[in-house]
């Protein structure tokens, strides 16, 4: 079995884990999740997580291959676009991101200069699809639920598990965004508990539990069919999908979901800038729950 190298960087105020997986024998490498920090009243971007993943990326010479994304994030903005520019590498994402871009795309009344066909990905994957980081294969697992087009890599020992699991004491992603769906996010989870028991998972978000004063990124199929509050052996896709729904009927928004979609639909590019030359995202008044 392949064990890549993965390097984990944590953006806290969205409390998501990018990663850098790397071949150990070459210097290719894949970016997966990347964050682009956006300090949203005041408008500003800032590419001060992306660079750190840029300086590790130098200092350890190595070369991207992809910049994959496992979903089109609703809590922070992809810096696909920042780390293509300065590290080369090919983008990638789910082949059902057509369908986000739909929904998304009218929720927002994207004008037809938005291409809802994924064009703005170098790759768009399938189940079952293989790709290269030199010598390593991943493979592409789609798990559905979170949003249609969310994607696991198994890349080796390691998976990149997106929104579908969290730590087991935290549980499952939510499934009530737009295309969302509770009883299926429970099959995908399924896809994911039947790789081999000792897969390392590498997760998109902790928010710590209760009992938890530290963020972790890591853990493994064994602890999750074990242990995961909302998934372990025994719990029933019934009991899962009534769970589901009636916690979701509780959450909030997350703080960054109105300029995320409208970024992470285009992969990571904004829109285009009106005719003063400004760059402008929209807020949808009483359009989401
Ligand atoms: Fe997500």
């Not at 810096?79 to 520019?85: N, R």
Request: aromatic share 10%; hydrophobic share 40%; net charge negative.
């Amino acid at each position: 079995m392949q064990r890549p190298i993965v390097t984990h960087f944590f953006d806290e105020p969205t409390n998501t884990f990018s990663y850098v997986v790397q071949d150990p024998d070459s210097t290719a490498c894949a970016i997966i999740d990347s964050v682009l920090d956006f300090d949203y009243a005041a408008g500003r971007t800032d590419v001060r997580s992306a660079d750190e993943i840029i300086a590790f990326i130098h200092h350890r010479q190595l070369d991207v291959t992809w910049i994959l994304e496992t979903h089109v994030h609703a809590d922070h903005l992809s810096a696909a676009p920042y780390l293509h520019e300065k590290l080369g590498g090919k983008t990638g994402i789910g082949a059902k991101i057509v369908e986000v871009q739909e929904i998304f795309g009218k929720a927002f009344n994207a004008g037809s200069e938005f291409a809802r066909d994924g064009s703005q990905f170098d790759a768009l994957f399938n189940e079952g699809d293989v790709f290269s980081i030199g010598g390593l294969q991943g493979k592409v697992v789609h798990t559905p639920g979170h949003t249609p087009a969310c994607l696991t890599y198994v890349i080796g020992d390691a998976a990149f598990v997106g929104d579908t699991l969290f730590m087991p004491d935290y549980g499952t992603a939510r499934c009530d965004f737009p295309g969302g769906d509770a009883r299926t996010l429970y099959h995908s989870i399924q896809k994911v508990l039947a790789l081999p028991e000792q897969t390392r998972l590498f997760l998109c978000h902790d928010y710590k539990a209760p009992d938890r004063d530290t963020f972790q990124h890591e853990t493994s199929v064994a602890e999750q069919r074990q242990a995961n509050v909302h998934v372990h052996e025994g719990i029933s896709e019934e009991a899962f999908v009534k769970m589901r729904t009636e916690r979701d009927a509780t959450l909030g928004m997350p703080r960054l979901i109105i300029p995320s979609v409208q970024v992470n639909m285009r992969a990571g590019h904004m829109p285009p800038a009106e005719d003063n030359g400004d760059v402008y995202l929209k807020v949808p008044i009483n359009k989401f729950k």
